[in-house]
């Protein structure tokens, strides 16, 4: 069973930073691209982040460009998403997903997800 | 980035009844790279539908999808009670990936 699970949510002022990581089990985490998907209280999922299998290649929304790290250690099975200059409009959970497909990937395997809150 | 506009924003059914939901694109959506989540209070997004019309693992076939170009819907054929939450549209075919803001469906 494919199994995503968040971590390192939690409150932080703005201006502050804030590291998540996701453990993944249940398949080999090396041969898939992963996503950070976040969704701010009562709206839609929105893009955030997303690394190739190897970690060689990422992407980010304008939102978190310049502000955002996506990283992997695929010896570890996990993916990190490292968080700085953060802003109250980054209040959301983070999803850490999978990526399956052609394309840009659709989502077929999600965690369930980490609280960040930023606030003074 | 491709916009989706799904519709409509609530849809109010009773269970046996047939639900059908619209996902607008504002420019092609290539090769159906447009999949469809249902998401319930408290929960993750699930996948349901992939490639426009491919049911994920374990997803009953009373749900549905079907369309091309700019325009798609996802059918559940009989609403089952477990059904009502809301539903969201994805198009993986551009980068940035985007979804739509969601069609809830709610018990009348």
């Known amino acids: 069973e494919v199994q995503l699970v968040e971590s390192g949510g939690g409150l932080v002022q703005p201006g502050g930073s804030l590291r998540l990581s996701c453990v993944a089990s249940g398949f080999t985490f090396r041969d898939y691209a992963m996503y950070w998907v976040r969704q701010a209280p009562g709206k839609g999922p929105e893009y955030v982040s997303l690394t190739s299998s190897h970690g060689s290649t990422t992407y980010y929304a304008n939102s978190v460009k310049g502000r955002f790290i996506i990283s992997r250690d695929n010896s570890k099975n996990t993916l990190y998403l490292q968080m700085g200059s953060l802003r109250p409009e980054d209040t959301a959970v983070y999803y850490c997903?999978?990526?399956?497909?052609?394309?840009?990937?659709?989502?077929?395997?999600w965690g369930q997800g980490a609280l960040v809150t930023v606030s003074s | 980035e491709i916009v989706l506009t799904q519709s409509p924003g609530t849809l109010s059914l009773s269970p046996g009844e047939r639900a059908t939901l619209s996902c607008g694109a504002s420019q092609s959506v290539g090769s159906t790279y447009l999949a469809w989540y249902q998401q319930k209070p408290g929960q993750a997004p699930r996948l349901l539908i992939y490639?426009?019309?491919s049911r994920a693992t374990g997803i009953p076939d009373r749900f549905s999808g079907s369309g091309s170009g700019t325009d798609f819907t996802l059918t559940i054929s009989r609403l089952e009670p477990e059904d009502f939450a809301v539903y969201y549209c994805q198009q993986y075919d551009t980068s940035p990936i985007t979804f739509g803001q969601g069609t809830r469906l709610e018990i009348k």
């Open positions: 997903v999978r990526g399956r497909g052609s394309g840009w990937y659709y989502l077929d395997s």
């Open positions: 490639g426009a019309s």
